[in-house]
Every structure is written in C-alpha cells, then in structure tokens.
C-alpha cells in the first residue's frame, strides 16, 4: 500500500496537491491551520486491495484482513478469481478507511453532448 506524507509546516494551503491527485484523496483542511496560517492538504480517504480466499490457505492466511481491519478499514468490494498467485485464482478484496468526509461540489465533470459545439466535435474527429 503506499504511504502519503503530508509535511504540514511546509504546506501553504495552494491546493495544487489535491488538484493533481489521481485518486482524489486529498484536500485542504477545513479545521486545521499550520504555523504559517494557511489550511494545510490531508488524506481524507486511505485504500487497500488485498488477496482473500476463504477458508485461508498456506499462501493466503486470513491475518491481512483482520490486520486492516483492526486498523479501522471496512470492506469495500469484492473481485472474484482475479488474482492468480502460486497457480490458484484468488478473490481480492478492496477495503478503505474514511479518515473525513468530503464537502458535495457544484461542478459537473461531464457535459451533455447536445450541448457541445458542432465544430469543437468535428474539429476532434478530423484530428482523431
């Protein structure tokens, strides 16, 4: 799983972090302020996907569920028979823990087709 480090006395609050993550997991803090003034980022969601069979076997024990369980995470979702690992095909498990909850945005990543410019999408199927 990989670890995100946030450096809060080195953070002024731009944002651009939160803005590049592919996973959206990051965003500036609401509550907290550093020593410079500014909100500084935070995790506010950590993710894991770990292989799972049931009953565990000698390759798969059940520790690292109840490991990130115990850590707080909950079960997400399931993949079944996705994993092949010493020639047998294991499920995964995907589990998350919400360390804060996200404020609803306004905006809309999509827009309807009907509203996009004629030219704009002839212009991208010309070049496609």
């Known amino acids: 799983m990989v670890r995100v480090t946030i450096n809060e006395n080195l953070c002024k609050g731009c944002g651009l972090c939160a803005r590049a993550c592919p996973k959206h997991i990051i965003e500036l803090s609401k509550t907290r302020i550093n020593a410079k003034g500014y909100h500084p980022a935070e995790v506010i969601n950590m993710e894991a996907c770990i292989a799972h069979c049931d009953p565990a076997d000698e390759y798969v024990p059940a520790t690292s569920r109840l490991f990130h369980t115990r850590l707080g995470f909950k079960h997400a979702g399931s993949f079944n028979k996705c994993a092949l690992k010493f020639g047998r095909w ?37 070049n496609a």
């Open 90 to 126: 294991y499920d995964m498990i995907w589990m998350e823990r919400i360390l804060a909850t996200r404020e609803p945005q306004e905006t809309s990543p999509f827009r309807p087709l009907p509203d996009v410019d004629q030219r704009y999408i002839d212009s991208i199927l010309h």
